[in-house]
């Protein structure tokens, strides 16, 4: 019997598409050799480079636009699977409120969509750097960070790498400022990663845009730590390596946001309402859950 011939489409988001390595250990697990197929937006490719299991990476831009593109692909008889976990229309955005996956992460949601084996407890986040990744950061024109690149591990630079904005409002934090601050006056130096839209940081060092995926991965795993929300940079901290503190307030580290020994969840109290289902995405309440989170609940991670 001849290799089993993969089409699996998770085209955006950053944290989506991170998670398509796991889907690919999934398919491994069903089906043993596998000649595997990976379609995804053309800003996303970096993400999945390097990955031994993957045999071809089929690029565009605005998939959600030329389905048919993929729907030729499907019918093409080129495959023995096609997986299409993404999420296409409404119903989908609310999966983690439905009682078959209440409380199940979201790469359980899209494995069960794939018909893929549960995920294993040893399961991580990855991302594969290359060398070429971490000498472009370590010879970076002005980096003032190639301490993090050359420092003794024993003794990792006290850098920490922030992340301050998501896409959805009541993911996002509003005391990175004052973080900051205390960072500063415990001797700390700050790195700000990100979307140049991403509103910078007083103290940080401004490295938005700066590096590829891959690239701030390789930062990320000589760093100290990581501080950030649920979002796809943080998953991107988490496959590094780095110690990543993760601030959570409409969603809840059960369903959304990375895994693994290295990342500390720190998550807002909530009101009795919103015990058995939170918002995900959009806070319901004026002051947002998160908010309720203070800096000194973040510091005592770090310190």
């Known amino acids: 019997m001849g290799q089993t011939r993969i089409l699996l489409v998770l085209t955006r988001t950053l944290g989506d598409v991170m998670l398509t390595h796991n889907l690919i250990d999934g398919c491994i697990r069903k089906f043993g050799d596998c000649h595997i197929t990976v379609v995804v937006e053309k800003a996303y490719e970096n993400i999945l480079e390097g990955n031994p299991k993957i045999n071809r990476i089929i690029t565009g831009t605005n998939w959600h636009m030329h389905w048919s593109d993929i729907i030729d692909m ?20 609310v999966w983690h409120q439905l009682e078959e996956y209440r409380h199940q992460h979201l790469v359980d949601f899209y494995l069960k969509r794939c018909r893929l084996p549960e995920r294993l407890p040893e399961d991580k986040l990855q991302i594969f750097i290359r060398q070429e990744d971490i000498d472009f950061v370590r010879y970076y024109p002005y980096y003032p960070c190639q301490d993090v690149m050359l420092s003794n591990p024993e003794q990792p630079v006290k850098r920490i790498i922030f992340h ?18 205390a960072l500063k006056d415990k ?6 990663m990100g979307a140049k839209t991403d509103p910078l940081i007083d103290g940080c060092l401004d490295y938005r845009e700066a590096f590829s995926f891959r690239q701030i991965a390789a930062v990320c795993s000589k760093a100290f730590c990581f501080v950030g929300l649920d979002s796809g940079l943080s998953y991107i901290a988490a496959a590094s390596g780095c110690k990543s503190i993760i601030i959570q307030g409409s969603t809840i580290p059960q369903t959304s946001g990375p895994w693994g020994s290295n990342v500390i969840n720190v998550v807002s109290k909530t009101r ?17 859950c998160i908010s309720n989170i203070t800096v000194e609940d973040v510091l005592k991670h770090i310190a």
């Not at 296409?88 to 955005?93: F, V």
């Not at 301050?164 to 601050?181: C, E, I, M, P, R």
């Open 164 to 181: 301050t904005k998501s896409l959805a409002d009541g993911k996002d934090w509003d005391k990175f400022n004052h973080l900051s601050k």
């Open 272 to 288: 009795p309402e919103c015990e058995e289902v939170r918002c995900h995405g959009n806070c319901r309440f004026k002051d947002k």
């Open 187 to 192: 001797g700390y130096s700050v790195i700000q």
């Open 74 to 93: 499907v019918v093409s008889k080129q495959y023995d699977e096609v997986m299409i976990p993404q999420q296409l229309h409404a119903e989908d955005n």
